[in-house]
């Protein structure tokens, strides 16, 4: 008896899984791609700063080292904006991208060259840039960031100040900050300063769409802040777990399109973000990116739909980083939003390794109260209804 073609989509994703999607993308890819010729992902503006950045960013948490045949294929396929961080892969990152710019020093020019720091002293900032240059085999950075900034306050006058002099000895062209929490006002009061350039931020399917993620994103655009998306799977890839997942899944393949790269394309559809900074770890994922890029194909009304139907049956197992909300709530110091995103690394990206070395490097003192804390509060105050307590248990079990 021949099934129906639900049933057959059913089982095919059930049993191929990520190779089938796997397979789906190099589907996807447009004959240029496929056959090699000459491509070039798109660029757009980066804010007022009057340069074009690439729509697709290489994120650097991964070996960069070991993978140099990736980094010079993505040149070829003009995924040239480049994101790593002083800390990313224990400096292993840059020191990769240091050992490509070595090798083939003319690809320099044409790389938008992104780091961040995380040392919240300016003597401290002022180390990991000499450390990132050095590492990277470069005389300037095209994009400073201080990184995971949860409150504005942190780019204070002395961080514009310590900015504006990094500028003016040329050892940086931008200057701004990322953030992961709480990222709706940081943009917001981001907007009002004048002088931050650009701003990488979670944003994403789940995120794009509230009130508040619109009015932060364009009153950044209206200040002319280039500004960079990350986390853009919002969770990590569609599971086969549930017919609801199964059906959407689907219905991207018969659009021509993974799930993940609808993803990118819901996010794409905003021209107020100039780029996604996606990790690329495979030559694979980048391909399949690639490939979404440059296919101008956009998602159709009801995968758009699909998206958000998914984003809101779904809410209650995704954190949305509003981290002022439940952590004032539990013992002081107990970082519930960067645990949260540990778990998301562990369980929605495949990086066990990576969560576990960031879960165990907090202090034990952190995670001793993570483990005695009272989370009633914190959950009655969660927006999505998330079980804080239960999910933090299980990252001292998961992750210890």
Known sequence: MNETPSCSRRQFLKTTGAAGLGLLAAAALPPALAAQEPVRVPTRPFGKTGIEVAVLSLGGMFDIPANQLMLRQAVRWGVTYWDTANSYEGGNSELGIGKYFEKYPEDRKTIFLVTKSTAWTLKGMSDHLHLSLERMKTDWIDLFFVHAVRSIGKMDEDVRR??????????????????????????????????????????????????????????????????????????????????????????????????????LKAVWENPQIASICSQMPTMALLAENTAAAVNRTR????????????????????????????EPAVAEGVPVGRVMRYLMYARGYERADFARARYRALPARVRAALASADYARAEALCPRGLPIGRLMAEAAAELA
């Open 299 to 326: 998602l159709s009304a009801a995968g758009r739909e699909a998206l958000e139907e998914l984003a809101a049956a779904t809410a209650g197992a995704y954190c949305a980083g509003c981290t002022r909300l439940c």
């Open 162 to 263: 310590w900015g504006e002099k990094a500028k003016a000895e040329g050892k940086i062209r931008l200057f701004g900050f990322s953030t992961h929490s709480n990222m709706e006002e940081c943009l917001l009061a981001a907007s009002r300063l004048g002088w931050i350039d650009g701003i990488m931020t979670t944003y994403n399917y789940r995120l794009m769409h509230t009130d508040a993620m619109r009015r932060a994103v364009d009153a950044c655009a209206k200040a002319g802040i280039g500004l960079t998306a990350m986390k853009t799977q919002g969770g990590g890839p569609v599971g086969t777990a549930s017919e609801a997942e199964l059906q959407l899944a689907g219905r991207f393949v018969k659009e021509g399109f993974t799930p993940g790269q609808a993803k």
